[in-house]
């Protein structure tokens, strides 16, 4: 069973920037991919960004201003917002692809394992 913890949000100011972090225990492997998705009050959860090996992909919304990264020496994977804007606020969730196909998936039911979540609110 693989568990995932997310930290790092918080309140900032737009135009600030943040990084979360997700840590990822149980079995894991680097080619499985790992994704980023975020849901605001009363709007569905939508996908952010994904990694998987050295592919990234991300919704066009975060497209320049968002990277993700991962650390598989420490079953980490990283998201780095920058030029954040009142629209970045959400509930920002990992999750977990865990097979070993090539392509990255944004679909939500392509994801078996998910964070608890942690929350980012940007200031106007």
């Known amino acids: 069973q693989v568990q995932l913890v997310e930290s790092g949000g918080g309140l900032v100011q737009a135009g600030g920037s943040l990084s979360l972090s997700c840590a990822a225990s149980?079995?894991?492997?680097?080619?499985?991919?790992m994704g980023w998705f975020r849901q605001a009050p009363g709007k569905d959860r939508e996908f952010v960004a994904a990694?998987?090996?050295?592919?990234?992909h991300y919704a066009d919304s975060v497209k320049g201003r968002f990277t993700i990264s991962r650390d598989n020496a420490k079953n980490t994977v990283y998201l780095q917002m920058n030029s954040l804007k009142p629209e970045d606020t959400a509930v920002y969730y990992c999750?977990?692809?865990?097979?070993?196909?090539?392509?990255?998936?944004?679909?939500?039911?392509?994801?078996?394992?998910w964070g608890q979540g942690t929350q980012v609110t940007v200031s106007s």
């Open positions: 999750a977990e692809d865990p097979t070993s196909r090539s392509s990255i998936y944004t679909e939500r039911y392509e994801y078996d394992y």
């Open positions: 149980g079995r894991t492997f680097s080619s499985y991919a």
């Open positions: 990694i998987r090996g050295g592919n990234t």
